[in-house]
């Protein structure tokens, strides 16, 4: 395995900035130093929501394999490479000029010619009393990351959709108890999920329900329903998972006016080029692959903005 290089974020033009070390932006980083592109990653963590997906099994090459281990691979595939990732979190791009300057969140800024935004989606929040207040102290996005931590304890998820379904089965493999909230007369997730929660023990369904607070002292200790469940609206539990689906992580672009889609999706074309010059967007991010939002569209979307670039770069080479 190759040693991990990590740069400090430096005040000089970079060809290219990938911003986000998901499939996406480690795809693209593994493409453009195959085609010898000078490049940064920025990027937290490597693999992204790999990391929150307890198995993966639709990635060719892996009849199964850890989102975790998936991740590692992708990450060291990119380093041996000679990727170069600044472990720090872009706050803000504009564009000066031909150039853009991204501002970290750590007070670095780097100039680049094109940037590749690689940054996926962002959790939906319920948006109720004690969600913030709570968050991570109970409160948790990620039942991969958080299910271990709830052996013998009780936990409920908010949510009735696939990811929600997926998060009832992992923490049902650590808890004592497991009951998933959700709006409508029956979950939304594929009917077999339904058929399986229904034979477990551990895991209770609570339809036809909103959580309307979080409560709690030092961690979460019930939420309350807008409606009663055996004579009370508020629910006892050690934990909440919010599982409400994605939306695009838009924010730190936000100056650069870029056109994005009626859902907040940033708008590609087929060479995942967007409206501002230079700018390219790849993954779940993007409107492209047909709105398929998987680890192998993010991959592809991700090579193809590193060829897009090496073209163009090559043919403004040879004038
Ligand atoms: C529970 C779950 C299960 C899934 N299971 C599967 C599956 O089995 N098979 C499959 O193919 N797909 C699966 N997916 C979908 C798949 O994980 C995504 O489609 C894929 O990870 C998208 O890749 P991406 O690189 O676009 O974004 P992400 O994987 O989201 O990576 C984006 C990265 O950018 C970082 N980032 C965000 N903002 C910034 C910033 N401002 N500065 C720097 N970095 C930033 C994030 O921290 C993250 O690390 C699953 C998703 C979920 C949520």
């Known amino acids: 395995m190759t040693e991990i290089k990590e740069k400090k974020a430096q005040e000089n033009v970079q060809e290219v900035a990938i911003v986000g070390g998901g499939p996406a932006g480690l795809t693209a980083s593994i493409y453009l130093s195959r ?14 929501f790999m990391n929150e997906t307890d198995k993966i099994e639709n990635y060719p090459g892996f009849v199964s394999i850890s989102g975790f281990e998936l991740s590692q691979k992708m990450g060291d595939h990119a380093k041996s490479f000679g990727a170069e990732i600044v472990p720090e979190q872009v706050e803000k791009i504009e564009k000066e000029g031909e ?16 940037v590749i935004y690689a940054v996926g989606t962002i ?18 996005y990620c039942a ?19 990811s929600a379904a997926v998060a009832v089965f992992i923490l049902a493999e650590h808890a004592k108890k497991v009951t998933l909230i959700h709006r409508g007369d029956l979950p939304t997730c594929e009917p077999s999920y339904i058929e399986d929660m229904k034979k477990n023990p551990k895991i209770h369904l609570i339809p036809n329900a909103n959580v309307v607070e979080i409560k709690g002292d030092e961690r979460v200790k019930s939420v309350v329903l807008d409606r009663e469940v055996d004579g009370s609206r508020e629910y006892p539990t050690d934990g909440v998972f919010i599982e409400i689906g994605s939306g695009p992580n838009t924010a730190p672009i936000k100056e650069l006016k870029v056109e994005l889609n009626e859902k ?13 010059e230079n700018l390219y967007a790849v993954g779940d991010i993007s409107t492209n692959s047909n709105g398929f939002r998987q680890i192998i569209t993010a991959c592809a979307e991700g090579a193809v903005a590193a060829i897009t670039i090496f073209e163009k770069k090559r043919r403004s080479a040879k004038k």
């Open 35 to 48: 085609y010898k592109v000078p490049h940064l990653i920025f990027a937290t963590e490597v693999g992204g």
């Open 99 to 114: 150039l853009f300057v991204l501002h970290t969140f750590q007070k670095n800024k780097v100039l680049a010619k094109n």
């Open 123 to 140: 959790s939906n929040k319920l948006g109720v009393t004690g969600e913030e207040e709570f968050k991570g102290r109970g409160v948790s």
């Open 144 to 162: 991969t990351c958080d299910g271990p931590f709830f052996k013998n304890k009780e936990a409920v998820v908010v949510g009735g959709g696939n």
């Open 264 to 276: 907040g999706y940033v708008k590609v074309k087929a060479d995942q080029s967007t409206s501002v």
